[in-house]
């Protein structure tokens, strides 16, 4: 992903949601509603994710100050006559609602507790919403906020670039209850389902859950499908008969990883685009701490880990997870 | 399972339908169609599941032929006027299609190959119908059928005994193109879904690949939510945002696994009823035989083999699969 | 392997012996101790593994009645005065201690119960001793053998073509126990180690548990060296540590899978030669079906098999089995 | 573990050495040589694994300055004429050679990073030898003691409480080459197996692939054995043969799962004693842990992981490790 980007939004979830989504039309209504009293936002990080999530916010008219590690990509807001700070700390300075769309628990630390971090100039009271994705860092981020008076919300997204710029992320959020309505009135100009999940980093965790739940449908899926081949069956009659029955799953009905019969999907296009491999292996990585740390067994969950741990060391890595089809595929005769 | 019940069908399917159900009604207008002109159609095990099925092709107006090794099941369709056979072969005798339900392999060979078996009797170009669920034992009765020139299909059934009874079962068949016509006619009068898949053993293998990709979906269901509600979150809320999410599946959105909040489930009725533990762990050999003569990896399905094969062990044979979720959960803090 | 050979020896074992060898000197004076009067044995299957084997039995003085698919295999044994016979069953009616040496089961079907199989003459009290590695056709040819009033016993053989040639085989011996000692006289002329298992079968059952066993510590010794490895850890100072300690086992301190410190092994050889991957996912099947018939959970063995059915398909099937190494190790950094 | 113990030593090394044991009498040489010049050494955690290494050292002629966070533990040091210090930091201003055996990673941040730690009085060029168990702080404490002017190394310790008092632990040390011979001169008091393993950390990266080894290699003997024994093997006999062959590794010959046959194993003790499965699943999760950081696959230590996990559910949490074996025999037939 190019640079100039600045921070990329963290959008591990691949969540495609089957609810209703937001009509055409409503968008005039919803501000027209609030346009009156609204108070400026702070926007930090506007990378693939996070400049289309910004210009939702603009689009429900809340003023912005935004921040971005290349100035570059805040010249299109700049512009269109939004604030752009020089620091984190400058739009914690003028902005008690903050949501921040990072790449990496790096980039999460220096901007919450760097020299010029949010956390330098947090007024007591401000909301500080966190969209990326880092289990950990989420923690320590929430205690220090707490510590200085703000108030603190984990609120992972789901949905892709396609979700973010048509206003139909999924967000689901963590943090306390009372603060929700608050978190909720912004994320709306963002996403069509702002769910509540509890606690701080309960948000996370629903993620997390998920795409653990994800990649083992997916292997299964793929395991089966190629059982079904070998054995003789047509995999668009398979993949139809599943779909019937107790084996449909995301994995077989909308996204099936066999080339060939289903449009618009990563394995009729060679596994491009989509939800890398890499990035699967990464949050399956999470999910195993956070199994580790609750004591509970995922055994499934574990192999599903390594096997995507394998893919990327066999070129897999930037191919999307469905190509896991392919990787148990690929037999020669013996 | 009591005596009495004679042959039990080996309902091993578990296949809930979303499809279109047979509307109340439609079942008169069908008898009436082809009222006139029916053959006798030969049924040999009236258990559990045979004994609706054979109940539902008596509706449509097929005259029928009856055995079973316990006579006493037969009772009823005799005073119903149908006629009951004192063996296999006197059934092969009688009609020329013949539809067979039986609980075992052993019971297979009997009723196929044994000294009064169908085989004996068989008359050139019946038509004989398995239902059953014994991977060896088609491919065999398959080709001494042919040897006496008559046309063997499989066709095993989903769906267990509420969609025997409303004639609402789901068949996936195999053999010869040609006669699938000649099969579907009968099978319709049961089931509401007749889909042709391929070669003999094709429908076999197609429930076994589903069955597979259950388990996997099934233990992948019970580890995320386990995960889940050990990190925080509330199990209800938690199952709602998987099912609008990519891990969706049957498991997690008809039959989820947690005890609670779903009604009409195993799981909310101490894991009693549905599709038992060990049926799933004879279905997974099942798909582990096969996967090792395709020489197919399925690293997942192995791995779910050996998981409800442990159950087995456990205390957990004749609870319902997904009692996965509390074998799981049984945990003492440590 | 070339055709030339004839039947190929199952020599699916690669059992290494700790024990005493077989001293040179030895044999001259086993040979005299019962030269005197020696009746003829039988010897099917003059492979890789089954000339040597024949030729251990010809220098203890025992006459030979020879057979194999391909004659020129015989040659050299006719040429030293032994007698070649034309049919299984010709050896059979000459001889009444019958060893049989066979690649596949299907060449034990022949060689038993073929139209000139051993079972057309085989004289009652007749001693068959099968070394080859076929579990299912063991328990057939056993019941086929004993309802002629012959004596079956199952000999699977480990140690390869050098322990072959030495005479150092080892030998698992089930059968008939009163019987055990007439097969012991025959077997301690071709290896030093003759172990009785228990009733037929068991042999097979030991080797297949031995072999499993060899698998999952073949697979765990590459993970933890890669694991050492890539941690910063010299491999050689790491096999050192391990072989002190309680993770020793034959693969790590014997065939230790990681190149370049060990002389050899395979592993220093770019795994030709020793034991092929192939043969080990074979063996691994049968462990599978083993335990399924047993109801025995093999969590770990199950998995093996997997890894090993991967890595058939990955460019694998002809290296050695401790290629496992480098099947985890072929790691691109991402 | 009564509070009274203190700091318990955290001995999950389970390693027995082959090796060289040290014989009686030498003690006494090895004290007169360099009982002259013995400069003060500290030591901080006497718990069941500290008391006896600290008294080996006593033995060998060094004054120690002792702490321990239960003052009780360290009162027959008192009597025996030893210092004791009121705070680590006292012991890092009195000796410049400090060994700390703590039990978990809390005590070890407290004690070095503390209020009153190691830290706020290491003088430059001391040395710290921490022998717990604890991979992520060791890497912190390195760093921090680096900062200060102090040398860091971890050097594990293997062997248990039996081993610490008779000084054969096994150590295997991590840290700066050209300090190990000062570490080493004080370890051999200790132990009779010293190995350098290289940089800070490798100490621990060695306990730790072989303890996965351990775990992968106790469970495919488990299960191997099982399923000899299910097949109607002889568990004695199967277990000599497995020993004189390819499956022998240190869980079949030295510490064989099965009850009845071996003595002086935990197995013949009702699993009483040895090296906890809660101990076995806490180091599978440091393997897990340095497996996710290094992109290593560990498919086999992974599903060892969690199936120490689920034993720790199901009530073998405080059996020894090798009860594996009963958990997987605990069947019913069905």
New interface residues.
């Given amino acids: 992903m190019a640079a100039s980007l600045g921070f990329r939004g963290a959008a591990s979830g691949?969540?495609?949601?089957?609810?209703r989504r937001r009509p055409v039309g409503s968008l005039a209504a919803v501000c027209s509603r609030s346009m009156a009293s609204k108070t400026p936002v702070g926007f930090i990080g506007l990378g693939n994710m996070g400049n289309p999530m910004a210009k939702n916010l603009m689009k429900h008219g809340y003023p912005l100050i935004l921040y971005d590690v290349f100035p570059d990509v805040c010249k299109e807001f700049k512009e269109a006559g939004e604030q752009v700070a020089s620091s984190p700390a400058e739009v914690a300075e003028k902005a008690d609602r903050i949501i921040t769309m990072l790449p990496s628990s790096m980039n999460a630390v220096e901007v919450y507790s760097g020299a010029n971090g949010i956390l330098k100039k947090v007024k007591k009271g401000s909301l500080l919403i966190d969209s990326s994705t880092m289990i950990l860092q989420f923690q320590k981020n929430g205690k220090r906020s707490e510590k200085m008076g703000a108030v603190f919300m984990d609120a992972p997204v789901?949905g892709g670039v396609g979700a973010a710029r048509s206003g139909n992320l999924?967000f689901?959020v963590g943090g306390v209850e009372d603060e929700f309505a608050a978190a909720q009135e912004l994320l709306e100009c963002m996403g069509s389902?702002v769910?509540y999940?509890?606690?701080v980093?309960?948000g996370q965790?629903?993620q997390?859950?998920?795409?653990?739940?994800?990649a083992?449908?997916m292997?299964?899926?793929a395991?089966?499908?190629?059982?079904?081949i070998?054995?003789?069956?047509?995999p668009k009659?398979?993949a139809?008969?599943?779909n019937?029955?107790?084996?449909?799953?995301?994995?077989?009905d909308?996204?099936n990883p066999v080339p060939g019969f289903m449009h618009g999907v990563p394995s009729s296009n060679n596994y491009q685009g989509g939800f890398g491999t890499?990035l699967m292996a990464k949050d399956l990585?999470l999910?195993?701490?956070?199994?580790?740390s609750?004591?509970?067994?995922?055994?499934?969950?574990?192999?599903?880990?390594?096997?995507y741990?394998?893919m990327?060391?066999?070129?897999y890595?930037k191919k999307d997870f469905s190509s896991v089809f392919q990787y148990?595929r690929?037999?020669?005769?013996?």
Same sequence: chains 1, 2, 3, 4.
Wanted: hydrophobic residues 35%.
């Fill in positions: 691949l969540w495609y949601w089957s609810g789901s999924t689901m389902n769910v999940c509890g606690a980093g309960t965790s629903a997390i859950c998920n795409n653990m739940l994800l083992i449908s292997i299964g899926t395991e089966a499908m190629n059982l079904g070998r054995s003789g069956l047509d009659l398979l139809k008969i599943l019937m029955s107790s084996g449909r799953c995301w994995s077989s909308t996204y890499t990585g999910a195993q701490d956070s199994a580790t609750t004591k509970t067994p995922i055994l499934l969950g574990s192999l599903a880990h390594q096997i741990r394998m990327c060391s066999k070129g890595s148990l690929e037999e020669e005769p013996f």
